[in-house]
């Protein structure tokens, strides 16, 4: 009776035993409370961003007709320019909620399901009961509403970020890697990738992850790859930011700027570092960070620039990570194969071993006691 | 020692008092169950969707790096044109889910909060223990990759749609809304529009749900607007589709075509139906149907466009119902305000009585069996 489409049967097959047993739970098993996620507030808003105004008055009874080969924008306002926002808390919370910031072309989807449909960190932290709020940043995803206009080009790159992933070169995953082998869940996978509606603006990202922290107090920012850099930045700017977790952050390094490292050539490109007055750069010896890297990342140059940036990228974290404990900081750069931990990606969250990476995560909040 | 800025403050305070509430009843009382969802899987995929490849071969070392203003895309590929899910399986769940499709303009944010920031109908209806889905269509928010480019023209239409949406004229409210006064409101509303990131295929959209429904098995769809159309062209393609509820259909209403009504005239434009074979046009009658629209549709010609096309809406749904009826259907079409529910928008499911929008719903779906 079900007819499935060559593309989704995998990742049909796999809700479909779990509606089954879904079923059967109801009707011939308890469910264990340790599977059940218990919510007792969850939704959606937006936050920061700008209004924008045309010129001149409205008139419904004139310009109130929908003709999008013509359309008048006398006198209207656009809304933009925010961040997007799902919640979840619950029963019985921890007092700091995670707030989850996605890396360069990717969404909130980066912290829900796996691409292997597995839980994400949204659910893991959740059933370790902490408040949960994940974010588009501006002009991503359902943050899509940008003051600005821009062109979606439509490209082909998927073997580009295949490889700057870290899942592997070309189209051959790396030997021994945290990715499932099922052609769906690279399919999921690609499909999480979302362009940006408007020009990226790191400005307007800091601007809406700080309104996000004013309106919701005390937290700790959990940022992924080029949210990593923008992430020490809005450290900068809110003082409610009480710890950061930071996974492959990729650019966008901050420095005293007396005190700013040379530019890190790679194949293919260089990675810079920002300098910011010595006063403003202490802040980010006030909390704690840890930053985890994965695996495939060389120690010396390689030809594939994919791979090559992040021995760029690892360098200058180690770099940074001096630099904020040298002013008496405290930050923790953990390269999870040098503890054991092998076989991840540029995606540790949502790897195969995601649960692994995050207990790795509590134990670390535990250590601070953040938990 | 909170400071808020001005354009958050009203979201604010009502999110923070969540919040001293949720720590109160923690320590102080214990939170009533009818307050918490209870959630046995909850997460995110992708389903349906194309798949584009440029021409030649990729090669990793030569194709493999990041230079956004100089992208070779030589043999890589482009997973595009799907829909993005978010699901949540309540314990102890009804037998068939519920499906949210959003409208034209919107997202899955039509039915998460509402822009006051109160429940909307996935938090209700899962506290009801249905199942839910909702879903990004093609090309808009979390579903943003599309194989075909488009400019996003960041126009300012705010006051456009607050009067397609008939929330009132200009920028004044219809007297008695169902709509929060609180700005704040407002300002979450428009921010809950987001653009498309390709040209709108009604086709691509009708394949992902179609496959939306090949993965899940059978459910109830719940369509607004512009949804509402291809909601029903959904049907035919899919008989796991055992019922639909429609939420203010605006056009792409499909009659036999032996017997397609007139081209209805608006202020501002003009309504037309489309023709498709008798024998296709009778699998509509094999489901119930509700379809429900709010208040301000005037029964006779109006000067403002944005009000005036409701009517025309209103009265092509009359003609379609009557259609499905007169072939063995069973389609009821619900004026709210008839039935004495006054004040509703276009978008009922969000506005301040959807608690009671709610209810009939469910009224509606315990008189089929369906619940």
């Known amino acids: 009776m079900i ?3 060559y593309l989704f049967v995998l990742g049909s097959t796999l809700l479909l035993i779990g509606c089954t047993e879904q079923s059967k739970q109801v009707t011939q098993k308890p469910i264990k409370s340790n599977d059940v996620i218990s919510i007792q ?66 969404s909130m989807r980066t912290w829900q399901s796996t691409p292997d449909g597995r839980e994400g960190f949204q659910s ?9 709020y994940l974010l588009d940043q501006p002009r991503r995803g359902l943050a899509g509403q940008s003051s600005a206009p821009k062109t979606i080009e439509a490209r082909t790159e998927d073997q580009l970020w295949f490889g700057i992933f870290r899942m592997g070169e070309g189209v051959n995953f790396y030997p021994d890697i945290q990715f499932s082998k099922d052609p769906e869940a690279l399919n999921q996978f690609f499909r999480r990738s979302t362009p940006d509606t408007g020009p990226l603006s790191i400005n307007l990202n800091i601007d809406a992850v700080t309104a996000l922290f004013e309106k919701i107090g005390e937290g700790i920012l959990v ?37 700013i490292p040379d530019p890190i050539a790679y194949v293919g490109g260089t990675l810079s570092a920002k300098g910011i007055p010595a006063e403003e750069f202490k802040k980010l010896t006030k909390i704690p960070i840890v930053i985890y890297y994965g695996d495939y990342i060389p120690e010396t140059e390689v030809e594939n620039p994919g791979q ?62 953040l938990n």
Chains 1, 2 share one sequence.
Request: overall charge neutral; glycine content about 10%.
């Open 223 to 259: 940022t992924h790859s080029h949210s990593g850099g923008q992430g020490w930045s809005t450290a900068l700017k809110n003082d409610r930011i009480k710890a950061i977790v930071a996974y492959e952050p990729g650019s966008n390094f901050i420095f005293p700027d007396n005190d």
């Open 308 to 369: 090559d940036q992040w021995r760029a990228a690892l360098r200058m974290a180690k770099k940074w990570t001096k630099a904020v404990n040298d002013a008496g900081g405290d930050v923790s750069l953990v390269v999870l194969p040098e503890i054991g931990i092998k076989g991840n990606t540029h995606f540790p969250m949502s790897d195969l071993n995601n649960q692994q990476i995050a207990d790795l995560m509590y134990d670390w909040l535990k250590e601070k006691e």
């Open 3 to 5: 007819k499935l489409n």
């Open 124 to 132: 893991i932290f959740l059933k370790k009961r902490f408040p949960v």
């Open 41 to 106: 507030q969850q939704g959606t808003f937006a936050v920061g961003g700008t209004v924008k105004k045309s010129p001149g008055e409205f008139d419904p009874i004139a310009h109130g007709a929908f003709n999008p080969s013509n359309q008048s924008n006398v006198g209207q306002t656009l809304h933009g320019d925010h961040a997007s926002v799902l919640y979840q808390i619950p029963t019985e919370p921890r007092n700091l909620p995670l707030v989850f910031w996605h890396g360069y072309g990717q």
